[in-house]
C-alpha cells in the first residue's frame, strides 16, 4: 500500500496522521481510563460508557451554544467551562446509576454487562428524545482552530495539541489520585481485599461510588475532547465502546501505564491506515491485529506475574 | 537409592513470582504409601508446592518426577491421569450439581468430547459411587444439591470425588480447617482409612492431627526446607522452635 | 435414592423427563399446529422468522447457561450462515439471462455496479446447492472452531472472551459492509427468488419453509437436550460452577468449551440460513454488535437454563419488538434497555425462571388435587427403562 510514495513523503504522511490520531487518542485514552479503574475496582464492565461520553458532548454543545448567545465576550474561554460541566455531569449520573444498579452487580462481570448495555439503551433514547435524532457539531473559538506548520508538509493542528496536553494532565492526575493519595490507598485496598479494608475503616460503598463516577466523570471530559473530531449523535458513543475495551483488555486491565500504551498504538494504527485504505478497511485491519496479538497473548500486553 | 525408587521426586523446585522466590530451590522425596506432612509458618509456600506438582502453577526451575515422568512438562488433566489427586484449602465442589452427579462427573471415565456422549450410567457405576458415599458419610445425601450441604460434609465430597479417581498420590491442602471437633475426628478416622494404600501429602496446621497421621513432616520456611524427619525430631528441631516460637 | 438406582436410556437423553416432554409437545403443538390455524401467510412468515432466532437462543442455552461461556458474536454465525444460503440464491438469481444487460452478465447486480468483472472463487461453491449446504454449517463451525481454540485453549473466558466475540462481531460487520463489491455491502445480498427453480416468494413456499423451519427447530431443542441431559451437560455445569476443580480431575476443559461453543455456532447458522430462505434476503444489520447482544436478551428473557423457554423467549420478544416498533418507535429502545436490566435484576432465569417457582408448584398442586393416586413426579435422571 505505500507503493507510489518517496521516503519522505511517507515520513511527512506519517507525522501527519501521527497528529491527526491525537485526538482520536485522547478520546481512546480518556474513556479507557474510565473503564479501566471501574473494571480493576469493581469487576463491572461498563457498557453505558460510551453514552457517559455522549453526556459529556451534548454538555460541550449546550455550554457552547450558551456562551455564543450569552456571554459571546468569553466565548473563546467557553471549553475550559464545558469540560467541568461535563466531568461534573457524567460524575453525576455515573454516582447515581452506581446507587440504583451497580452496586447490586458486584463481582457479576457478565452481568453488569448485560445490565449497562440495557442502560446504554435507555440513554441513547432519551437523548434521541431531548436533543434530537440529528448530529450536532460545536463551534471551536477562534484559538483552537487552524494549525502550526513545521514543515512544509507538516501541519500540527492546535486542538489536538490542546487536548492532548488536556489528556496528560488529566492521566497524570488521575496517577497521583490513584497512587499518591489517601483515596487511591483506599481505592487499591477496597480492590485487594474488600474485607480487610472494610476492617480498617475504609466504607468500601462509598469508595466504590466515587470510584464509578470517577470513571464516567472522565469518560464526559471524554466527550468534550470528542466534539472536535466527531458530530454528536444520540448512538455515537456506541461506536466507541468495543473499541475502547480493546484498548482496555489490549493494555492489560490491571496496568494503566499498559492502557496508555495501548491507546496509543491503536489510534496510530488506525489514524495511519486510514491514510492507505478506507477508513472501515483501517478500522478492520486494525481491530483484527488487536484481536489477533490478544489471541496469541490473551493477558495483554503488560501485566505482571503472581500467584493467583 | 536413585531418585527413581520413589514415587514423588521433586528436586531444585524454584517459582518466583515478579522477583519474590516463592519456593526455592526445593528438593523432597515421597514414598509409596507414605503419609507426608508439611508444616509452615503462612506465607511458607506450602500451598505454592502442591500448586507445582499439580501444574497449577508453573515453575520457574527445578523437577517434579512422578513414578519417573516429569510433570512440569504435563498440563493439569494429564498429571491427575499419571495418578495425582489434589484437594484444595476451601471446599471445591460443584455447588448446581447434586451429591451423585458431583462424585459421578470424577470418575476416572469418559473424560473426553466424545466419551462423556457416549457415557451411559450402568449398574456398576451406581454401586461404586454409593460405595463412595457411603465412605465419606453422605450416603442419605446423594440427591442433595452440594450447595445445600454443610461446610464439614462439603470437605468430605471433595474428598470422595477424589477417592473415586483412586490416586496413587493424594494431597490434601488442610483437610480439616474449618470443622467441628466431631466433624475432625470422623475426617481423621476417614484419612486413615483412606490413606493404607497410596502416597499423601498433607499440609495441616492442627499438630494433634500431624502426630495422628504424619510419618514423615517437612518444615518450610520462606520457601526453603527448615527441617524434615519424623515428628519428634522436627519439634525438638532448634530452627523449628526459632521459627515459630522466636522473634 | 431410588432416583440413582434406574439407569436411562441414551435416547431418552433426547426428550427429558415427563414435565420436559410434556413442555415439548405444548411447544411442538403451538409452533406446528395452533400458529399455522391461527395466523394468516404474512404474520406465519413473521413468525417462522422469529423462530429462526430460537436455533440462536437455544445454542445460548447450551453455552451460556449451562456452560457460563457468554458469547456477544452469535451474530457473526447466524449471519455466516444467512449469507452461504444466500449467496446459493443470489447466483441462481444471477443466471446469465436475467442478467443480460449487466455489463458483465451471469455475476450478481451489486457486483456489476461495483465495477466487478468476474466472480470472486470464494463465490464458486456457492453454485452448488449439495456444497451450500454444507458450507451452511461447516463455514461457521469452523469459524468457531478456530475462535475457541484460539481462546478456550489460553484460558481466555468470561469478560474477555465476551469482548472479544463481540470485537469479532463488530469487526464481521465492518468488513461486509466495506466490501461491497463482494458481499452487497450495507444493503445484503436482496432480491432473492428461487430455490432450484422453486419460487420461494410465493405464499404456499413461504407457508412450506415455516414448516421446514418449525421441525428443524424441534429437532435441534432435541439434540439440545440430549447434550444437557448426558454427562456431556453436567460436565458443563460443573465448568460453569468450577472449572478448575474439573481441570484437577483429569478433564481438559477447554475441549468441552470449545465443543459447546461449536455446537451454538452450528444452531445459530441453521437458524440464518433458514432465515435467508424465509425472508428472502442477508444483510450485514444481522451481523454486527447490537443483533448479536439482542440474540442473548432472546434467550435471557425466556431462561438461559431452559431450551424451550429460550425458543419462547426468541418469539415473544421479537414479538413485542414489531408490535412496538410499528406503533410507538420512541418505547422500543427503552423498552428493550428495560428488559436488559430486568433479565439481570429481578428475573434471572426468565420466563422459565418464573414458570418453574410460581407456576409449576401451582400445576402440580391442581394434579395431585384431582388425581391422588397419580405417580409422584418422575426425577430427570430416572427416565427411561
Not at chain 3, 423457554?309 to 406503533?327: C, F, M, R
Amino acid at each position: 500500500m505505500f507503493d507510489g510514495y518517496t521516503a519522505s513523503q511517507l515520513m511527512s504522511i506519517f507525522a501527519m496522521q501521527g497528529f491527526a490520531g491525537l485526538i482520536l487518542f485522547s478520546v481512546f485514552l480518556l474513556m479507557a481510563l474510565g473503564l479501566a479503574i471501574i473494571f480493576g475496582q469493581m469487576g463491572v464492565i461498563n457498557m453505558a460508557h460510551g453514552e457517559f461520553m455522549i453526556l459529556g458532548a451534548y454538555v460541550t454543545f449546550l455550554t457552547s451554544n450558551f456562551f455564543q448567545s450569552n456571554l459571546p465576550h468569553f466565548f473563546g474561554g467557553y471549553f475550559f467551562f464545558a469540560m467541568a460541566f461535563a466531568f461534573l455531569a457524567a460524575g453525576a449520573l455515573g454516582y447515581a446509576l452506581e446507587w440504583v444498579l451497580i452496586r447490586h452487580l458486584y463481582r457479576r462481570p457478565l452481568d453488569t454487562l448485560l445490565a449497562t448495555w440495557g442502560v446504554s439503551m435507555i440513554l441513547q433514547q432519551v437523548y434521541r428524545s431531548v436533543f434530537g435524532a440529528r448530529e450536532v457539531g460545536v463551534v471551536l473559538p477562534d484559538w483552537l482552530m487552524g494549525s502550526y506548520q513545521v514543515t512544509d508538509m507538516i501541519d500540527v493542528p492546535i486542538n489536538g495539541m490542546f487536548v492532548m496536553a488536556l489528556t496528560a494532565t488529566i492521566t497524570a492526575a488521575v496517577f497521583a489520585l490513584m497512587f499518591r493519595s489517601t483515596w487511591g490507598l483506599q481505592v487499591r485496598a477496597v480492590t485487594q481485599n474488600r474485607v480487610m479494608a472494610g476492617a480498617a475503616g475504609i466504607n468500601g460503598k462509598r469508595v466504590d461510588r466515587l470510584t464509578f463516577a470517577l470513571g464516567c466523570g472522565i469518560a464526559g471530559v471524554a466527550g468534550s475532547a470528542f466534539t472536535m473530531v466527531g458530530s454528536t449523535g444520540p448512538t455515537a458513543g456506541q461506536l466507541y465502546i468495543v473499541d475502547t475495551f480493546l484498548v482496555v483488555v489490549f493494555g492489560g486491565a490491571q496496568s494503566l501505564f499498559g492502557t496508555i500504551a495501548s491507546a496509543f498504538a491503536i489510534s496510530q494504527s488506525q489514524s495511519t491506515m486510514e491514510f492507505f485504505l478506507s477508513g472501515s478497511m483501517a478500522k478492520v485491519l486494525t481491530l483484527l491485529t488487536v484481536v489477533g496479538i490478544l489471541l496469541l497473548r490473551p493477558q495483554g500486553l503488560f501485566v505482571v506475574k503472581v500467584r493467583k | 537409592m536413585t531418585t527413581n525408587d520413589f514415587l514423588l521426586s521433586v528436586e531444585g523446585l524454584t517459582v518466583s513470582f515478579d522477583g519474590f522466590k516463592a519456593v526455592n530451590d526445593l528438593s523432597f522425596y515421597v514414598d509409596r504409601n507414605e503419609i507426608r506432612v508439611i508444616i509452615g509458618p503462612n506465607g511458607a509456600g506450602k500451598t505454592t508446592v502442591l500448586d507445582l506438582i499439580c501444574g497449577k502453577t508453573k515453575a520457574t526451575a527445578g523437577s517434579v518426577a512422578f513414578k519417573g515422568s516429569e510433570l512440569t512438562r504435563m498440563s493439569e488433566h494429564q498429571i491427575v491421569k499419571a495418578g495425582v489427586g489434589r484437594k484444595f484449602q476451601t471446599p471445591s465442589i460443584y455447588e448446581d450439581l447434586t451429591v451423585f452427579e458431583n462424585l459421578e462427573v470424577s470418575l476416572p471415565m469418559a473424560r473426553s468430547v466424545s466419551g462423556a456422549l457416549m457415557f451411559r450410567r450402568s449398574r456398576s457405576v451406581v454401586e461404586r459411587i454409593e460405595a463412595v458415599a457411603e465412605e465419606i458419610f453422605l450416603a442419605d445425601q446423594l440427591g442433595k444439591r452440594a450447595e445445600y450441604l454443610s461446610h464439614g460434609q462439603k470437605q468430605w465430597l471433595e474428598i470422595g470425588m477424589l477417592l473415586i479417581q483412586e490416586p496413587e498420590l493424594l494431597m490434601l491442602d488442610e483437610p480439616v480447617a474449618g470443622m467441628s471437633v466431631s466433624e475432625r475426628e470422623r475426617t481423621a478416622e476417614l484419612l486413615n482409612r483412606i490413606t493404607r494404600d497410596r502416597a499423601v501429602i498433607v499440609i495441616e496446621h492442627d499438630m494433634k492431627f500431624v502426630k495422628n497421621i504424619a510419618h514423615k513432616v517437612t518444615v518450610l520456611h520462606q520457601g526453603r526446607i527448615l527441617s524434615e524427619g519424623d515428628i519428634n525430631k522436627v519439634q525438638n528441631d532448634p530452627k523449628v522452635i526459632e521459627v515459630y516460637l522466636g522473634h | 435414592m431410588k432416583s440413582h438406582t434406574t439407569l436411562p436410556s441414551r435416547w431418552s437423553y433426547f426428550l427429558g423427563d415427563m414435565s420436559e416432554r410434556i413442555g415439548l409437545l405444548l411447544f411442538a403443538v403451538l409452533i406446528l399446529v395452533v400458529l399455522p390455524l391461527g395466523l394468516d401467510s404474512f404474520r406465519l412468515n413473521n413468525a417462522g422468522k422469529y423462530l429462526t432466532y430460537a436455533f440462536v437462543a437455544v445454542g445460548l442455552v447450551l453455552c451460556w447457561g449451562l456452560g457460563g461461556i457468554l458469547s456477544l458474536g452469535q451474530g457473526v454465525f447466524f449471519g455466516l450462515g444467512g449469507y452461504c444460503m444466500a449467496m446459493f440464491l443470489k447466483l441462481e438469481a444471477s443466471d446469465p439471462e436475467s442478467t443480460a444487460i449487466q455489463s458483465t452478465p451471469g455475476i450478481p447486480d451489486f457486483m456489476d455496479w461495483n465495477q466487478i468483472t468476474a466472480l470472486p472463487w470464494f463465490w464458486e461453491p456457492f453454485h452448488s446447492l449439495p456444497l451450500t449446504l454444507i458450507a451452511v454449517i461447516v463455514v461457521p463451525t469452523l469459524f468457531a472452531y478456530v475462535l475457541g481454540v484460539a481462546m478456550f485453549k489460553r484460558r481466555v473466558g468470561g469478560v474477555y472472551f465476551a469482548i472479544i466475540t463481540q470485537a469479532v462481531a463488530s469487526i464481521l460487520s465492518i468488513l461486509i459492509i466495506g466490501q461491497q463489491g463482494l458481499t452487497g455491502g450495507v444493503n445484503g445480498i436482496t432480491d432473492l427468488r428461487t430455490l432450484l427453480g422453486w419460487d420461494i416468494r410465493s405464499d404456499d413456499a413461504k407457508t412450506i419453509l415455516y414448516f421446514v423451519n418449525a421441525v428443524l427447530l424441534i429437532g435441534v431443542i432435541m439434540l439440545a437436550r440430549f447434550i444437557k441431559n448426558c454427562r456431556l451437560g453436567r460436565i458443563l455445569v460443573a465448568i460453569r460452577d468450577k472449572e478448575d476443580r474439573l481441570r484437577f480431575t483429569g478433564y481438559d476443559v477447554a475441549n468441552f468449551k470449545v465443543f459447546v461453543f461449536c455446537v451454538a455456532a452450528a444452531f445459530s447458522a441453521i437458524g440464518g440460513a433458514m432465515f435467508t430462505l424465509q425472508v428472502g434476503f442477508m444483510s450485514p444489520s444481522f451481523v454486527g454488535i447490537v443483533p448479536s447482544i439482542e440474540m442473548v436478551v432472546f434467550c435471557a428473557v425466556g431462561g438461559r437454563l431452559s431450551l424451550i423457554g429460550a425458543a419462547y423467549g426468541a418469539l415473544i420478544v421479537n414479538y413485542a419488538k414489531t408490535l412496538l416498533s410499528e406503533s410507538f418507535p420512541e418505547l422500543w429502545l427503552l423498552a428493550m434497555g428495560a428488559l436488559f436490566i430486568g433479565v439481570v435484576m429481578v428475573f434471572p432465569y426468565g420466563l422459565a425462571g418464573l414458570y418453574e417457582q410460581y407456576l409449576k408448584p401451582w400445576v402440580a398442586e391442581r394434579f395431585r388435587r384431582r388425581l391422588p393416586a397419580a405417580e409422584p413426579v418422575i426425577p430427570p435422571s430416572a427416565v427411561g427403562q
